[in-house]
């Protein structure tokens, strides 16, 4: 017993390390921890393959048969799981306590690592085995003894970064790493040959892409506000800025966010580019612009009140109708 308790207590220690190190990826996250018990649980398949005895190919006989299997290999209890359908969807509640990465979740959530639960492993399995693609939801009741999860048939909604040969690809699309010096040069030029196209070029180019970004991602979210922390986190995993939503007010369609650690302003600082005594993350400016305006339905105008790159403690954007 001794050496299954320090065993657990290993296997828990190992994945924190691998949500310490997803949290440091850009654009990894969840999506890496994900893939890691994608892999975990392929591993432990094939340890009990000779027990995995569905009767059929619906996830619900996919996910008790190989709870079964483990239980047979002494894996786990499955006095523990409990099972139910709803449809296409399969209801999972386990104990808590009898969950050997329990102290892993406890341990991730309250240092906001990003973390996935085990029952991945059985949106995995159904994915695999149905031909369907299986979404997993979770719930961690703080007064109950079980956490519960149900997998669903859905599409993923991917912003895992990965390298294939020499292409490296967000979100399935091709991509390119620039640093920050590259981009400062290339900026620099286009500065020195025409100073007043730069701030356009910027700000066009973002808000255009902005609203392509919003329109791929829109349909996986039910709420708005909930799809707008998404995407402007998503820039803070690119590694562009952090946005800190300060006031929102959809029925006004007014929007005050600040933003930290923004790229733009280092730019200009090091290369000393300047638009107006005011200005200079054209970037961001036309991403909030574009963010809000699909949100709202209605064309939306960001100012830049303060920035970085002027000695402020951090950019700070107005979001407001335009008037006609």
């Known amino acids: ?12 220690e190992i994945f924190l390390c691998v949500s310490q190190l997803a949290d440091s990826v850009p654009l990894g996250g969840e999506d890496y921890i994900r ?6 649980t392929e591993r432990v398949l094939n340890q009990v393959k000779d027990n995995f005895k569905p009767i059929s190919n619906k996830a619900i006989d996919l996910c008790q048969a190989f709870i079964t299997a483990m239980d047979e290999n002494g894996i786990l209890d499955k006095k523990n799981y409990k099972l139910w359908s709803d449809g296409d969807s399969v209801n999972i509640s386990i104990v808590k306590n009898s969950c050997n990465y329990f102290e892993y979740c406890e341990a991730a959530r309250k240092n906001n690592l990003p973390w996935a639960c085990r029952m991945n492993g059985y949106r995995w399995l159904a994915s695999k085995y149905t031909g369907c693609n299986y979404q997993l939801k979770t719930e961690y009741p703080e007064n109950s003894d079980y956490c519960r999860g149900t997998i669903y048939p859905g599409e993923k909604l991917s ?14 699309e091709r991509a390119l790493v620039i640093s920050i010096n590259a981009l400062g040069l290339l900026m620099k030029t286009i500065y020195n040959a025409a100073p007043h196209i730069l701030e356009h070029v910027f700000y066009e180019s973002t808000y255009y892409s902005s609203e392509l970004e919003y329109e791929n991602v829109q349909k996986y979210f039910t709420d708005t506000y909930e799809l707008l ?21 959809p029925e006004n369609k007014t929007a005050t966010i600040r ?9 200009f600082k090091k290369n000393n580019l300047f638009f107006s005594p005011k200005v200079s993350c054209a970037a961001a400016r036309g991403r909030l612009s574009a963010y809000f305006t699909k949100a709202w339905g209605k064309e939306i105008v960001c100012e830049e009140m303060k920035c ?17």
């Open 159 to 172: 912003q895992i970064l990965t390298k294939d040969g020499v292409s490296i690809s967000i979100a399935g």
């Open 229 to 249: 922390n998404y995407l402007l986190n998503n820039a803070n995993r690119l590694g562009n800025i952090r946005y800190e939503i300060i006031k929102y007010d």
């Open 308 to 324: 970085e790159a002027f000695g402020d403690e951090f950019c700070e954007f107005i979001l407001l109708p335009r008037h006609k």
């Open 259 to 267: 933003g930290h650690g923004s790229y733009m302003a280092e730019i």
């Open 1 to 12: 017993m001794g050496n299954d308790n320090i065993s657990n207590k290993l296997i828990n």
């Open 35 to 40: 893939m890691v018990f994608e892999f975990y």
